[in-house]
């Protein structure tokens, strides 16, 4: 697969949630500094929390800022017979019966995107699934240990 696409796609997705953020924040913003949410009274809180939710909004919007900016410097790899998962790994790896893939990046675990009619899942090296697969090469069989659940997985490509 061509990873130099999927970290494109990535970067789009990402983009694409920057832009919910930015939107919601400033009507948030509009919202918190509106007049007819001035405190009435000491028990009046519509204002405050307005603002609460503008400055969090803020926040995951300069978060996703932060992951755009790793993975648009992220060099594409290619992972040789025999190397171990590491930042920029794409793995392909059964469980279940199913055939799953996870593209290790370096934030923003948990964005899908879609590329060549097959769903890749990012995942960092900080999630339950990316500690257990860090390191890890390919024909490895471990069992994975996710959700409370103990299951047998083999990783079958590492690119």
Do not use: C
Not at 18 to 28: D, G, I
Not at 75 to 92: K, Q
Not at 143 to 148: I, N, P, V
Request: charged share 30%; net charge neutral; glycine share 10%.
């Amino acid at each position: 697969m061509n990873k130099r696409a999927i970290i494109r796609k990535i970067i789009a997705r990402l983009t694409e949630e920057l832009q919910v953020y930015f939107r919601a924040a400033n009507a948030s913003r509009a919202e918190a500094t509106h007049e007819q949410n001035k405190a009435e009274d000491k028990y009046d809180t519509r204002g405050l929390e307005a603002s609460y939710l503008a400055r969090g909004q803020s926040r995951q919007a300069a978060e996703i800022e932060s992951a755009i900016a790793e993975f648009e410097k992220l060099a594409v790899r290619r992972f040789g017979d025999g190397e171990a998962i590491d930042i920029g790994a794409l793995v392909e790896l059964e469980h279940g019966g199913e055939n799953s893939f996870y593209f290790l990046g370096p934030r923003a675990g948990g964005t899908e995107v879609l590329h060549d009619k097959k769903e890749i899942l990012v995942i960092t090296p900080q999630s339950p699934l990316g500690k257990q697969l860090m390191g890890r090469k390919q024909g490895d069989a471990l069992q994975l240990k996710l959700g409370g659940e103990t299951r047998a997985a083999k990783i079958l490509s590492v690119t």
